[in-house]
């Protein structure tokens, strides 16, 4: 059991290029979501998807596409990356089932991406 | 809306002294409130969560936090420090229904030997 992965680990990026960060996890939660992290402000929802073929925008989705075509996989994609978007990204994934929003979310080990 | 506010963001104590980490959150509804951890070039993990069951919640590692309703804080302790526990904290609040996890600021922790 894997639990949450991502790679790439680190990656250069130049301005406009376009990458896919990917995200799986083998413990077949409905539920995943990408976060970036940037210093002083904690962690920010990018995309969340709560099941195969259902993805919502979070609070900072400008500049990201997602997809979700199987229940194990959900990649982000900067289709033009740009300096702003030089971070740490993290995805997440939980079961999704209780309704209450109180089951534990287990994170991958991160994605660094420099933009120049 | 939710929102967290970590009241300091770097704590440094002395190895084998309490340690203190302070939460405030603000939420319309009932919220459900976690205390993530992260070292160092590492992912998140989860420190113990607060589900509505128990006011005093006990998590790994011999960190345990209070829920206070009136005083809407949710703060971090553990009574000895290991020099194992330097790392960044966050408190994190969702709404009930919602898997949506609202970060705040993190505050790093030094331990010194």
């Known amino acids: 059991n894997a639990g949450v992965t991502q790679t790439p680990k680190f990656q250069v990026l130049k301005t406009g290029q376009s990458m896919t960060l990917q995200c799986a996890q083998d413990?077949?939660?409905?539920?995943m979501s990408w976060y970036r992290q940037d210093p002083g402000m904690g962690l920010r929802l990018i995309h969340y998807?709560?099941?195969?073929?259902?993805?919502d925008q979070g609070e900072v989705p400008n500049g990201y596409n997602v997809s979700r075509s199987t229940t194990e996989d959900f990649p982000l994609r900067l289709l033009s990356a740009a300096p702003s978007q030089t971070s740490v990204y993290f995805c997440?994934?939980?079961?999704?089932?209780?309704?209450?929003?109180?089951?534990?979310?287990?994170f991958g080990p991160g994605t660094r991406l420099l933009v120049l | 809306a939710q929102s967290v506010t970590q009241l300091d963001s770097h704590v440094s104590v002395s190895e084998g002294t309490p340690v203190l980490l302070r939460c405030n959150y603000s939420?319309?509804?009932?919220?459900?409130l976690f205390w993530y951890v992260q070292h160092p070039n590492k992912g998140l993990q989860l420190l113990l969560k607060?589900?509505?069951?128990?006011?005093l919640v006990k998590g790994i590692n011999g960190f345990e936090a209070e829920f206070k309703k009136s005083e809407t804080s949710f703060h971090l302790t553990k009574p000895s420090a290991h020099m194992s526990d330097a790392a960044e904290y966050f408190c994190?609040?969702?709404?009930?229904?919602?898997?949506?996890?609202?970060f705040g600021a993190g505050t790093t922790v030094t331990v010194r030997a």
């Open positions: 607060y589900t509505s069951a128990a006011t």
């Open positions: 413990m077949n939660h409905e539920y």
């Open positions: 998807s709560v099941g195969a073929g259902i993805t």
């Open positions: 939420s319309s509804y009932s919220p459900s």
């Open positions: 994190v609040v969702t709404l009930s229904g919602d898997y949506k996890l609202s």
């Open positions: 997440a994934s939980t079961f999704g089932a209780d309704g209450l929003g109180q089951e534990t979310q287990y």
